[in-house]
Each structure stands twice: as structure tokens, then as C-alpha cells.
T-cell receptor
Framework: GAVVSQHPSRVICKSGTSVKIECRSL??????MFWYRQFPKKSLMLMAT?????????EQGVEKDKFLINHASLTLSTLTVTSAHPEDSSFYIC????????????FGPGTRLLVL | AQSVTQLGSHVSVSEGALVLLRCNYS??????LFWYVQYPNQGLQLLLK??????LVKGINGFEAEFKKSETSFHLTKPSAHMRDAAEYFC???????????FGQGTELSVKP
């Protein structure tokens, strides 16, 4: 149980284009999803918290107009990197929790983004 | 405020040897504590968690961790390392705000044959 998927697993795009990454909870309803960014040999950096049906809460320093997050259903959240630049190249990971009182985050397999 | 410190960014052990990965936390409220493992180019997999029940927590793949409030520690151990245990390990504490996790810096475990 508690499986989270991400799609795509890897994407290469040209500078200036937009890329959408999907995060799905496959066997539970995720009231909250989180989006992280991870640089090589580094820990995870929380970008935003996404609650179903409401606007995402972004961490300080994260541009909400650049990283658009939508959590339209209890099983799907999307992260769109708009007008991507090479410095946006990174490993993006989502996680999900089931229920307000739940503390355990279950992580997706990650998406490797390379912007040329 | 909550924080996590993992002592040692890199730990190397021989196959069959004891694995000890250290984690100390700071929390103003009773903490929920987690250990996750990350293999190259993959997401994080939950190894085990402490949620205020038993202080000795057993997880997957033979790992366990002991919550010691007096030492504010939650060290991860495994009696006998396998080559497949080579990975990055993250300790995390659950924050006060809606399930957020505060992560440590990570410890890379290498296992020598």
C-alpha cells in the first residue's frame, strides 16, 4: 500500500518551454502532497505544500509563478515548470500523506528534468 | 522550531559489519521521527518511523532505530551490512505544520566487500 507514482521519470526540454510533472497516489487519497527539489549529493528542499482543492503554499524563495502547482483531486497533483531555464534542471520529487492527522509521507520515484 | 542533524555525511563499513547511522533532533513538541533510504536516481523509501509508541522501532530490510529522548537521538542500526544497503539515508522529523518534514543532510552508506 501507499504507492505514489510520478510521470514522466525523465524529461529533456528546450529553454523557454514549460514542463508538467504529475504526481499520483495510486492506492490512497492524498489530502496533502508535497513537492521537493533535490540537487546532486544534497538533501531535499521543500518547494511547496499542496492541499486538494486549495492554493499551494510555497516555501520562502520559491517563485510561485514559475513553479505552478495544481492539486485538482485527491489522487493527483501537478507541478508545471514554466519558461524553464538550465538552472531549473534538477531532480523533482513529490510525496503524499493520507489525512490531516497523518504524519508519514510516501514518496514518488522522482522526475529528472534537464533543460537545454 | 525543529531540526535534524545527521553526524557524518559518509559512512563506510565492510559487508557483514554493524551499520550505525547517527541522527539527533531538536523539537519543541513530542516528535515523530523517520528514516528514509534513497537509492540512486530514485525517490525515498520509508525504512521506519517513531510515532510515540515503542521506543525501539523495527523497520524493513533488517534496520531498526531507538528513540532516546534524554539524548534527543534516533540512531539507525543494522547488525550485518549487505552490499545492497549501499545508499543515501535521510533522518527526518515531522514539523508542527500540516505534516511537513524537516530532513537531515543525509548520510551516504558505502559497503565494502
Amino acid at each position: 500500500g501507499a504507492v505514489v507514482s510520478q510521470h514522466p521519470s525523465r524529461v529533456i526540454c528546450k529553454s523557454g518551454t514549460s514542463v508538467k510533472i504529475e504526481c499520483r497516489s495510486l492506492d490512497f487519497q492524498a489530502t496533502t502532497m508535497f513537492w521537493y527539489r533535490q540537487f546532486p549529493k544534497k538533501s531535499l528542499m521543500l518547494m511547496a505544500t499542496s492541499n486538494e482543492g486549495s492554493k499551494a503554499t510555497y516555501e520562502q524563495g520559491v517563485e510561485k509563478d514559475k513553479f505552478l502547482i495544481n492539486h485538482a483531486s485527491l489522487t493527483l497533483s501537478t507541478l508545471t515548470v514554466t519558461s524553464a531555464h538550465p538552472e531549473d534542471s534538477s531532480f523533482y520529487i513529490c510525496s503524499a500523506i493520507a489525512g490531516v492527522a497523518e504524519k508519514t509521507q510516501y514518496f514518488g520515484p522522482g522526475t529528472r528534468l534537464l533543460v537545454l | 522550531a525543529q531540526s535534524v542533524t545527521q553526524l557524518g555525511s559518509h559512512v563506510s563499513v565492510s559487508e557483514g559489519a554493524l551499520v550505525l547511522l547517527r541522527c539527533n533532533y531538536s523539537s519543541s513538541v513530542p516528535p515523530y521521527l523517520f528514516w528514509y533510504v534513497q537509492y540512486p536516481n530514485q525517490g525515498l523509501q520509508l525504512l521506519l518511523k517513531y510515532t510515540s509508541a515503542a521506543t525501539l522501532v523495527k523497520g524493513i530490510n533488517g534496520f531498526e532505530a531507538e528513540f532516546k529522548k534524554s539524548e534527543t537521538s534516533f540512531h539507525l542500526t543494522k547488525p550485518s551490512a549487505h552490499m545492497r544497503d549501499a545508499a543515501e539515508y535521510f533522518c527526518a522529523v515531522s514539523g508542527n505544520q500540516g505534516g511537513k518534514l524537516i530532513f537531515g543532510q543525509g548520510t551516504e552508506l558505502s559497503v565494502k566487500p
